[in-house]
């Protein structure tokens, strides 16, 4: 079950390293944007909030022209209460250097704020990261909520399990030449099922948000296979156990499989390639997302481990 040899390629996946680079390559992308800013102009990012109503937290920027740039960021009082920012968050602001909220300062807000430049718009977007990340505990950036230019920046995710019906062209099966042909392929049908350019890491690997999960999807070097696939569990207690959990589960589970790898629990769905058929992504990415969102804190709690995410994120 968790022999590195079985050619599966999941082994190789490491989820930290993928969202680290998820978050650089949105301050990368927020920097770009917002140093083009017109005097006047606005951005808006804001987190998902999920299974809970209200405001969540958000990061401002807004220019004020002559190259200034200011961003604010969520405050108490603009927060619900199911999203107040607690002693630790707030200690977290303070250390990062944003300034506090202030009604009667120059530049009056109920929000934490700091001043830039879109010369060195870089500066103010990484600030904005870490607020985003490291303060309000935003899981990865498909975890984002779009509002006016941050469509561009960070997609909002698929907030339903893929369709099960599929237009003619959904089965129409084609043999693609290599791997960068079947990313071409992949990319495009997660355009078209997600409305957007969906995230993709340095390794190739297509991550999307379903629900509360993250699912990734990746073609092998072969071009052989496509593989979808998501980390449902991490930190496990006693791999012993967990092995004996797993392969009851994969006795009774129909399509996907469960793998130990390390301390972590992955649950995926291997693919042909070759020919590539549209339907057959459509239904791995369900199969894989309605398992994993179903069954990931039940099995956290059997096996004392945790979630991803928690199920607030």
């Known amino acids: 079950m968790d022999d590195p040899n079985n050619g599966s390629e999941v082994y190789d996946f490491d989820l930290d390293r993928s969202t680290d680079e998820a978050w650089s390559d949105f301050a990368a992308r927020l920097a770009e944007v917002v140093s083009h800013m017109d005097p006047g102009a606005s951005l808006r990012i804001g987190s998902l909030a999920t299974e809970q109503e209200g405001t969540a937290p958000f990061v401002v920027f807004r220019c004020l022209g002559d190259d200034v740039l200011i961003a604010e960021a969520a405050g108490n009082a603009a927060l619900s209460e199911e999203f107040q920012l ?90 693609v030449s290599g791997k960068a042909e079947l990313d071409r392929l992949i990319e495009a049908e997660l355009i078209e099922l997600l409305g957007h350019q969906p ?89 894989v997302s309605v398992v994993a969102d179903e069954i990931d804190e039940h099995l956290a709690s059997k096996l004392r481990g945790r979630t991803t995410f928690a199920s607030d994120a």
Do not use: C
């Open 86 to 175: 607690v002693a630790d968050q707030l200690a977290a602001i303070d250390e990062l250097g944003w300034q506090p909220p202030n009604v009667e300062d120059a530049y009056p807000t109920e929000n934490f704020w700091r001043i830039g430049s879109q010369e060195r718009a870089a500066e103010l977007a990484q600030a904005a990261t870490q607020m985003l990340r490291e303060v309000y505990r935003v899981p990865h950036p498909a975890f984002l909520a779009p509002d006016q230019l941050a469509e561009i920046l960070t997609p909002p995710g698929a907030r339903e399990a893929p369709r099960s019906t599929f237009d003619p062209d959904d089965l129409a099966a084609r043999l």
């Open 199 to 287: 995230l993709q890491d340095a390794d190739g690997d297509f991550a999307l948000r379903v629900g509360s999960t993250m699912v990734f999807v990746r073609a092998t070097g072969d071009a052989q296979e496509v593989l979808v696939f998501s980390a449902v569990v991490h930190e496990v207690e006693g791999r012993s156990r967990a092995m004996e959990v797993l392969s009851d589960l994969n006795t009774e589970a129909r399509f996907v499989r469960f793998m130990l790898i390390k301390d972590r629990v992955f649950v995926s769905l291997s693919i042909f390639a070759q020919p590539f058929v549209p339907a057959h992504l459509h239904q791995a990415l369900r199969a």
